[in-house]
């Protein structure tokens, strides 16, 4: 959901946030694996394949496209092959792209929004989250993110209020109600997974802190 | 100036050498007639900060300004009086009939019996538990225990209502009416903050915040438009 700020600049024509890059599930997909590792144009393309093959079919020059997109939108950069990346060396000619700070906080409340939004997609948004997400510290923003898409919905699902003036309008709010309350108990099964999720991240990262003292 | 503003509140416990933050830097903004919700895990720090904020715990950190006053140096203590504060339910000490414990807070201000008692009962009228008046309070479902306390609360005609979990012990079909009255009491002007332990407890509200790990998330300030006045012309020709 885009805070009325992000709406603001949207309308102004200047999409700051780079929420309309995003708008295309293969540039979601193309930045999560840029954020995962940043790599040459070839190399994300093999990796989408391999990593997204069975959900999203495209070609490669779709896979291009989306690196234009996002180097346009500011959510990625390209970076020279001899800079201190982390570029893997040796892989075919062409640009090498890693994610910007904005591009890494775009891609984790667009995942939040569609989490929340598109929850038969849990397959897929998984691996998106396996490729962006790689860090405790990642984890638990998007969860916090995820938790605030929660409790804004959450708060929008407030039941009809009035009596109804027939049978057939009572039925129909009864059954509106229904669905509300339907929507509240997902909720609720999405706040409990945040409260378990966070448990375990922290556990995480208490054993590696741990373990790192030891060293 | 905010009805209530709670400001960079930090709050720990101790047990012999562990120490656990219940609340850590919190800042928080209130207007009059706002409903507020906190959603929170069990030992997010959701009823910690909301005995914060009704000036029951102090903070170790930051302060707690209600209409201007630091609750922390106010001689004269505003719980009770401008604002309310209740638990999950209403628990009354002792026996007697419901319309009393709600008149006891008037009593206290030295009102006549037969007022507060009368006053008493206007007030169960308007929070739809008139019907409890007479009862004994261990005969009141979880609904009407809830609906007595915001009544007994209530009487100080109080500007802030702090009430923690008022959904929690109520039935399922009685949460949404309970929801629609703290609307109807935040419409008429009287803030009210609360905490949420599930979804259900957030809808209607104005801002819905998030807290873990004593962190608060969300809109921590209200969204207001700022009324800037108009400057008197300085030419003369204006004047008068």
């Known amino acids: ?88 060396q040796g892989a075919k000619a062409g640009a090498c792209y890693r994610a910007t700070a904005r591009g890494a906080r775009a891609y984790r409340g667009w995942l939040a929004e569609r989490v929340r939004n598109d929850p038969q997609r849990v397959d897929m948004l998984g691996r998106m989250t396996l490729a962006g997400v790689h860090s405790v510290e990642a984890a638990l923003d998007f969860i916090a993110r995820y938790e605030q898409e929660c409790v804004d919905e959450a708060r929008e699902l407030a039941r009809p209020s009035g009596s109804a003036p027939s049978d057939c309008a009572g039925i129909s709010e009864l059954v509106e109600r229904l669905l509300i309350e339907e929507r509240r108990r997902m909720i609720d099964a999405q706040l409990a997974w945040i409260t378990y999720a966070r448990a375990e991240l922290r556990s995480v990262a208490v054993e590696s802190s741990t373990a790192d003292a030891q060293r | 100036m905010s009805l209530l503003s709670v400001e960079h509140v930090t709050k720990r416990y101790r047990r012999g050498r562990l120490e656990r933050i219940a609340v850590r830097d919190v800042s928080l903004d209130i207007e009059s007639g706002e409903l507020v919700a906190v959603w929170g895990a069990r030992r997010s720090g959701r009823s910690t900060l909301l005995r914060i904020a009704a000036g029951i715990e102090r903070p170790e950190e930051g302060r707690v300004v209600f209409e201007g006053r630091d609750l922390a140096r106010s001689r004269n203590s505003v719980l ?28 206290a201000q030295r009102a006549s019996p037969k007022d507060a008692r009368r006053r008493g009962q206007e007030l169960l009228l308007r929070v739809g538990a008139e019907h409890c008046g007479g009862l004994e309070c261990h005969e009141l ?100």
Do not use: W
């Open chain 1, 1 to 88: 959901m885009a805070v009325p700020g992000e709406q603001l600049l949207e309308q102004g024509g200047a999409d700051l946030t780079g929420s309309a890059a995003l708008r295309s599930q293969v540039a979601c997909a193309v930045l999560g694996l840029v954020i995962e590792k940043p790599s040459h144009g070839y190399e994300i393309g093999q990796r989408f394949e391999r990593r997204f093959g069975g959900f999203l079919r495209v070609g490669r020059s779709s896979i291009y496209a989306a690196l234009g997109t996002l180097v346009d939108a500011g959510l990625i950069e390209k970076v020279s092959a001899r800079s201190n990346t982390g570029v893997s």
């Open chain 2, 80 to 107: 009770g009086r401008r604002l309310g504060y209740c638990q999950t339910c209403f628990s009354a000490a002792g026996r007697g009939l419901v319309v009393e414990h709600v008149a006891a807070g008037l009593l």
């Open chain 2, 141 to 240: 479902d979880g609904a009407e225990l809830a609906r007595v306390a915001i009544a007994t609360m209530l009487v100080t005609s109080p500007t802030l209502l702090v009430i923690d979990e008022p959904s929690s012990g109520v039935e399922l079909l009685e949460r949404d009416p309970l929801l629609a009255l703290l609307r109807s009491i935040a419409n008429e002007g009287t803030a009210v903050l609360m905490s949420a332990g599930d979804a259900q407890g957030l809808s209607g509200v104005d801002r819905a915040l998030s807290i873990d790990n004593g962190e608060l998330r969300g809109e921590l300030a209200p969204v207001t438009a700022h009324v800037v006045p108009l400057r008197r012309a300085e030419s003369g020709a204006h004047r008068r």
